[in-house]
């Protein structure tokens, strides 16, 4: 499967964006979706997940309460709205997708940078 992630930009403490993630190439609707983010001199962390039926969703905690993560399996589309941003969700943001099966996710995105000045 291919990802393609959009949606990133420049914006100020406590302003909302919402990334986007269109898949292709594969049944999307059989992988498990996550979001990860990267940001400068730090490791790769995960931010987001949800099952292909979209019954099970998992955040870390510092994003609780403020992104939410859905899916449109009929337009192979993974969704990431990110509300009451703060600095440090300065990242480059990647999407990934693994099969049900799999531990580890194996495809991803190649990023869109998320910048949120204070």
């Known amino acids: 499967v291919q990802l393609q992630a959009s949606g990133g930009g420049l914006v100020q403490a406590g302003d909302s964006l919402r990334l986007s993630c269109a898949a292709s190439?594969?049944?999307?609707?059989?992988?498990?979706m996550g979001w990860f983010r990267q940001a400068p001199g730090q490791e790769r962390e995960f931010v987001a997940g949800?099952?292909?039926?979209?019954?099970?969703?998992l955040y870390a905690d510092s994003v609780k309460g403020r992104f939410t993560i859905s899916r449109d399996n009929a337009k192979n589309t993974l969704i990431l709205q990110m509300n009451s941003l703060k600095p440090e969700d300065t990242a480059v943001y990647y999407c990934a997708a693994r099969e049900i099966t799999a531990s580890k996710f194996k495809y991803w995105g190649q990023g869109t940078q998320v910048t949120v000045s204070s």
């Open positions: 949800i099952t292909w039926t979209g019954v099970i969703i």
């Open positions: 190439g594969s049944t999307y609707n059989r992988y498990i």
